[in-house]
């Protein structure tokens, strides 16, 4: 089985916004962009506005989709991750299912500890981020 599921590149002040799993979550104490699965009829656009809603309190842009990438979590489960460039607009941010979040810069990219489907997302932002901080 795939499961759809987004996430979301925020971009703020030079920064990108990373959240940790909780201890109530699967993948416990794993860093990750924040998103979740697209439900049934939902753009993965849609979903990513109401995943940000509901977990972070804000608002976002969504400025460009990137390749989606596969990883199976456990046999007969592969998540399909659409990651999304995207900026902060509005809102106080604040948790409702994270443990924590940081706003990271490109040399704090790899001092925390990513969920494994978050690496190669991670490594592409690292590979394009000065165009990226020019661009957007």
């Avoid at 990108?16 to 909780?22: D, G, I, K, M, N």
């Avoid at 940081?102 to 001092?111: A, Q, V």
């Avoid at 500890?113 to 690292?126: F, G």
Wanted: with cysteine; aromatic share 12%.
């Amino acid at each position: 089985m795939i499961i759809p599921v987004t996430c979301a590149i925020i971009l703020f002040e030079g920064k990108v916004l990373a959240t940790q799993r909780s201890e109530s979550m699967n993948l416990p104490g794993l860093w990750e962009f924040p998103g979740g699965k697209v439900e049934s009829g939902e753009s993965p656009e849609d979903c990513l506005h109401r995943e940000i809603k509901e977990e972070l309190n804000i608002k976002i842009d969504l400025w460009d989709r990137w390749d989606f990438s596969e990883h199976s979590y456990q046999p007969g489960k592969t998540i399909q991750l659409i990651p999304f460039l995207a900026s902060y607009k509005a809102g106080e941010l604040i948790l409702s299912e994270h443990a924590a979040f940081r706003w990271l810069g490109l040399s704090e990219l790899f001092e925390v500890n990513w969920a494994q489907a978050d690496i190669p997302i991670v490594q592409e932002l690292s590979r394009k981020w000065e165009s990226i901080q020019k661009n957007y």
